[in-house]
């Protein structure tokens, strides 16, 4: 079967680094997203990925090795407004869009 | 704001009732997307629109039907719903199908089940 993990939940200091790891063994691959979700909020987009290395935008990059089914989100400077879930979902050989379950991430002061 | 609008942002419905959410895109997107976003679960997609046309239909059951009458609007009427239907249903879409689309949501309508 096709799988996404993720871990549920992870906290984290304002200011502070963080990285919300994305491990996914699915039936090919052509490319990994990551969603932003507040609270009671639609999922934004953040990144994709379709190539092995770092993308950075801003204070987050992503990160994606293809050939370790394994991606990251990199956040930077922490804010509390970065308070959120975060959504990986990988696309397969069919182009179909596979989700993960979402991180949670607590930012404290 | 993502241009994607949802009606209502909450609903309360006893399995008697039918209700209907709405679902509106102001992107000049193609493809319509119907999921279901249960605490602590994947997203799972219920129904893809491809230029006003049902492309997916993922085992979803009957009491929920979906509309597209045209491709900025989308629809999911519900009857005799169960309570393990509560759930946050999400609209997206996106310029083109397919999984390598970035999709654009809407906030959600909040659903209750009684």
């Known amino acids: 079967g096709q799988n996404i993990d993720q871990p549920t939940e992870m906290t984290a200091t304002e200011g502070a680094i963080v990285q919300i790891n994305c491990t996914y063994q699915?039936?090919?691959?052509?490319?990994l997203f990551w969603y932003q979700q507040h609270a009671g909020e639609a999922p934004t987009f953040l990144s994709y990925n379709v190539l092995d290395g770092l993308e950075e935008k801003g204070r987050f990059s992503s990160f994606l090795s293809r050939s370790k089914g394994y991606s990251y989100l990199l956040l930077k400077e922490l804010q509390m407004k970065d308070s959120a879930s975060y959504l990986c979902?990988?696309?397969?050989?069919?182009?179909?869009?596979?989700w993960g379950a979402g991180t949670k991430l607590i930012i404290k002061p | 704001e993502t241009g994607v609008t949802q009606t209502p942002r909450h609903l309360v419905m006893g399995m008697t009732n039918k209700k209907s959410l709405k679902c509106e895109q102001h992107l000049g997107h193609n493809a319509m997307y119907w999921y279901k976003q249960s605490a602590k679960k994947p997203l799972e997609l219920m129904f893809v629109?491809?230029?006003?046309?049902?492309?997916e239909n993922n085992s979803v059951p009957s009491r929920f039907s979906p509309e597209c009458p045209n491709s900025s609007h989308l629809f999911l009427h519900l009857h005799t719903l169960q309570p393990e239907d509560s759930a946050l249903y999400l609209c997206a879409s996106s310029q083109g199908q397919g999984g390598q689309e970035t999709q654009y949501f809407g906030p959600g309508t909040r659903l209750l089940v009684l």
């Open positions: 629109y491809n230029f006003k046309e049902q492309t």
């Open positions: 699915t039936s090919g691959f052509n490319g």
């Open positions: 979902a990988v696309t397969d050989s069919n182009y179909q869009l596979i």
